[in-house]
């Protein structure tokens, strides 16, 4: 039996935090909107309190921090989509409700992970199809073509693919470790297909992302992912190295080739030589973390409606709007946190498949908040993701619950199952 | 491998916490960018204005000069006198920018300065929009309108004061604008967003003998008893200041009165530079004016410039002389009030919604010349209306005093000036009234200016 009463002690201070918030909004704008995101809160903290109370139940030993963590992130994004637009705040909190559910099924159905690793080549062939699909099918939505029309709402492929990447990729390199460590070590040897072909079928997969789909910022999430877990799992540098290169390359010929990478890299440069057209949002973002000075101008008398896609990409500059340094710091603390508590969920594992899966989802999730953080702020160029927990969109938040949701199977699992 | 784990937990978390460090300097990086101007106008600052209620302008007596009403996204404003005020209000708008006490004053009338710092407070935590605290001016409104109908249709200004206070009763410049379009103007030959009455810097012509004059009486009364023949023409070095006439002999009180010219640049040359200048300094001529709006401080040749030629121009107010319509009401005023300049003001005070207000009081702002010479000055300008120059300026059952002007300019006909106060025994109202390129003083400034002394002293 596994105590989880710290657990429940760090939900209800999120949740405090959450009811606030919800509360501010009522009472500076009395109506449906505030009492929904007041419900919100409470339904988010009810949804992790009663999977608190059955894990306690069953005695699973999830690691007692994750929850609260996602619970203060998706807690905010949902009351900050209500200030923005009540309309993406019924939908969000919907989404919250099935990301919590899909927690659950992760817990209960991918319990035994290990088992996994034997289906890695199905999971990359699952992934590929998947990011194929929107290039035939699907429907451009905020500049990239990565989106499937559902009827009821749309669907994001690249967002589940993610997790299929860290999947095939802790299977198939604790697999291949010996043999890679063999080659790199043996001087002027022609490098196999073994050693470069999942190098190459990387690269081929992030530019099919970057061209067809339009989607740098997921085509650098995984090249990003994938170099992060070479990385850990051989330490090669030469690998690492020609993987940069190889990057780079890309980059250079998508920036020659390719008319949006172009306009993305003008903006980030100068946003003001085209203050008015494209450098406009990057500009109404940066004005927009500027007005909030260090506390803030408080939840609802900012205007962070002068960013466009502020839901999604953007939310970052309209919670520093309107809680200030300190509320942006705040919230990059909570990542920080839940990416420390994802590497010693890794660290504390023996197995390499543990590891390495732990420390993937890991650092997946840390270049995203990174990336999007950094494109935001114009600290690189923007590149059009979302804010894991916090922005606006179905996909996005389900996929990252269950990325949670395998953070805690790898937690509780009893090594070298 | 958990080498290799660790080491990227702890440069994915340096990195996290660089964007933290980054996040701050933010604020840095956009004053920067704001200050060079390279940047596009934060929307944020506009819009937060719109949200709060502008406080009112109102004139002395409660009339609203401006207002913001509600309307769609916050308030608007709105101008009841519309172009007859525009140059004292001003404008405000989100492109343009803002310009007169919209723009001066515009920390008080946003509620930033002057209002409760309890009310602010309570409505920012409650989100209610700010108020902002009404102004109230020193301005007749109906003074105001009265001027700015005389002058409609001329290019030129109107300044009306109360002397004894510094009080600003009107205060117009022509052509006019309209304070809701002010765009419409910017590119406008006849330039009526300028503010002539203020910004206008104007040969005074023979106003600026009300200096020399006074300069003559502290410092060389044996003078002012003397006669001097008046040849029409007076030749310094070679130069040769024309008169308007040829006055024959003339003593001070008919040089002042028939504004001869010759006699004063003669009492010009005879006082020297230094005297000169000395009064010129007291009349506060080329200082700068603390006021709500921006003022020209006015030009007179240093100094060390000073040659003959220049001293005889400028003691007739030519030269490099140049004056304001403000400045000009204030030698009148200077008379008027036994030889001290009040300061001019033309904000009375303001008052916060929640009950805070605050009244301003007259002060001195200079002595121009002494209580006896300023009478002696007075009995001259008398003179000027009821015999002299100024004519037209005269009023049945109010003994005007006042002095006329005709400025030579590179622009075409002469600015027509003239400067007065009334009742002379008991001064109430100074004003100046300036014409551009109207001709003679007396004949074009002069009835204007009756008919706003009759209009004021009503
Ligand atoms: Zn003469």
């Known amino acids: 039996m596994h105590g989880r009463g710290k657990e429940r002690k760090l939900l209800l201070i999120t949740f405090l935090y959450t009811l606030t918030g919800g509360a501010a909004l009522y009472l500076r704008a009395p109506g449906p909107g505030g009492l929904w995101a007041v419900a919100a809160a409470t339904v988010i903290f009810c949804g992790f309190m009663l999977l608190s109370v059955v894990w306690q139940r069953r005695g699973t030993g999830y690691d007692l921090y994750i929850t609260p963590l996602i619970s203060f992130l998706t807690g905010t994004g949902v009351i900050f989509l209500f200030r923005l637009n009540p309309a993406y705040g019924y939908r969000q909190l919907a989404w919250a409700i099935i990301g919590m559910a899909a927690l659950y099924m992760t817990t209960t159905l991918l319990s035994s992970y290990h088992s996994l690793a034997d289906y890695k080549y199905l999971f990359a062939l699952a992934g590929i199809v998947a990011l194929l699909l929107p290039i035939f099918f699907g429907i451009e939505l905020g500049g990239a073509k990565s989106w499937l029309d559902l009827g009821l709402f749309h669907f994001q492929p690249s967002e589940f693919v ?18 890679w460590r063999a080659a790199g070590g043996k001087e002027y040897s022609l490098p196999g297909l073994q050693e470069w072909g999942p190098l190459l079928g990387m690269w081929l997969t992030a530019l099919l992302l970057l061209v067809f789909q339009k989607d740098l910022g997921t085509a650098l999430i995984y090249f990003g992912t994938f170099l992060a877990m070479v990385y850990m799992a051989t330490a090669r540098l030469r690998y690492i190295i020609s993987g940069a290169v190889l990057f780079l390359a890309g980059a250079a010929a998508a920036y020659l080739s390719v008319g949006h990478v172009r306009t993305r890299v003008a903006i980030w440069m100068n946003p003001w030589a085209t203050a008015e057209g494209s450098g406009y949002q990057i500009i109404q973002s940066l004005y927009a973390i500027d007005a909030g000075g260090i506390f803030g101008s408080g939840l609802g008398a900012g205007f962070p409606e002068f960013i466009p896609a502020v839901h999604t990409d953007f939310i970052f500059a309209a919670i520093c709007e309107e809680t200030g340094l300190l509320g942006g710091i705040g919230i990059l603390v909570v990542f920080m946190l839940l990416v420390y508590r994802g590497f010693k969920i890794a660290l504390i594992k023996r ?35 979302t804010l894991p927990f916090i922005s606006y969109g179905g996909s996005s938040l389900v996929a990252n619950f269950i990325l949670a949701g395998m953070l805690l199977n790898i937690s509780c699992e009893v090594d070298g199952a | 491998m958990r080498n290799n784990v660790r080491r990227l937990a702890y440069i994915l978390l340096v990195g996290l916490a660089a ?9 840095v990086y956009i004053n920067h960018i704001t200050k060079s101007g390279a940047a596009l106008a934060d929307p944020r600052i506009a819009a937060g204005e719109n949200r709060i209620q502008r406080g009112a302008i109102l004139d002395r007596h409660g009339a609203v000069l401006a207002r913001s009403v509600p309307a769609e996204n916050g308030y608007q404003r709105e101008y009841p006198l519309g172009g007859a005020a525009a140059h004292i209000v001003g404008y405000y708008s989100n492109k343009y920018g803002a310009a ?20 602010n407070l309570r409505n920012r935590i409650l989100g209610r929009p700010g108020v902002g605290n009404d102004i109230t001016l020193t301005v007749d409104a109906g003074l105001q309108q009265y001027a700015a ?12 004061l109360d002397p004894a206070t510094g009080e600003v009763l009107a205060l117009a410049s022509s052509p006019a604008f309209d304070p809701l379009q002010p765009a419409k103007y910017i590119d406008d030959a006849e330039a009526p967003l300028l503010n002539r009455a203020l910004q206008g810097a104007y ?18 009364p044996g003078m002012a008893g003397d006669t001097i023949k008046c040849t029409g023409k007076l030749t310094v070095n070679g130069f040769t200041l024309h008169d308007n006439a040829v006055h024959g002999p003339v003593d001070f009180g008919e040089a002042f009165t028939k504004s001869c010219n010759v006699a004063f640049g003669r009492y010009g040359l005879a006082l020297g530079a230094g005297e000169f200048l000395k009064q010129v300094t007291a009349f506060g001529i080329g200082k700068s004016i603390d006021f709500e709006l921006p003022v020209y401080a006015g030009n007179i040749t240093p100094a060390g410039e000073m040659d003959g030629p220049t001293l ?30 009040m300061q001019p003001y033309l904000v009375a005070g303001y008052r916060g919604r929640g009950g805070s207000s605050s009244r301003r009081h007259p002060e001195e702002w200079r002595r121009a010349m002494t209580p006896a010479v300023a009478a002696a000055l007075r009995e001259q300008m008398i003179n000027v209306v009821r015999q002299g120059t100024g004519r037209a300026a005269a009023l049945p059952g109010v003994t005007v005093a006042g002095k006329t002007g005709s400025a030579e300019n590179p622009h075409g006909k002469s600015h027509a000036w003239f400067v007065g106060f009334a009742p002379a025994e008991e001064p109430r109202v100074a004003v100046a009234v300036l014409l551009e390129n109207a001709g003679s003083g007396g004949s074009a400034a002069a009835p204007l200016a009756r008919e706003i002394i009759r209009k004021a002293l009503q």
Not at chain 1, 372 to 384: E, H, N, Q, S
Not at chain 2, 207 to 214: D, E, P, V
């Open chain 2, 203 to 220: 040969p005074p012509g023979s106003i600026f003998k009300i200096i020399t004059a006074a300069a003559v009486l502290a410092d060389l």
């Open chain 2, 19 to 27: 964007v933290c460090v980054y996040l701050a300097l933010i604020p």
């Open chain 1, 162 to 179: 993610k997790l299929l990447l860290v999947f095939f990729l802790a299977g198939y390199l604790v697999e291949n470790r010996v043999l």
């Open chain 2, 100 to 119: 007169g006490l919209e723009k001066s004053m515009a920390r008080v009338l946003l509620g930033l300065e002057g209002g409760s710092k309890i009310i």
């Open chain 1, 351 to 385: 197995d390499e498949y543990s590891v390495l899966m732990a420390a993937g989802f890991t650092a997946l999730l840390g270049l995203q908040v990174f990336i999007i953080i950094a494109g935001v702020t114009k600290l690189l160029p923007m590149t059009g993701i």
């Open chain 2, 149 to 160: 109908k005389l002058l409609a249709g001329k290019k030129g200004a109107v300044v009306v």
């Open chain 2, 312 to 341: 005889a121009s400028s003691a007739i107010g030519q030269g490099e002389v140049l004056v304001t319509p403000l400045h000009a009401a204030l030698l009148a005023g200077a008379v008027a009030n036994d030889g001290v300049i």
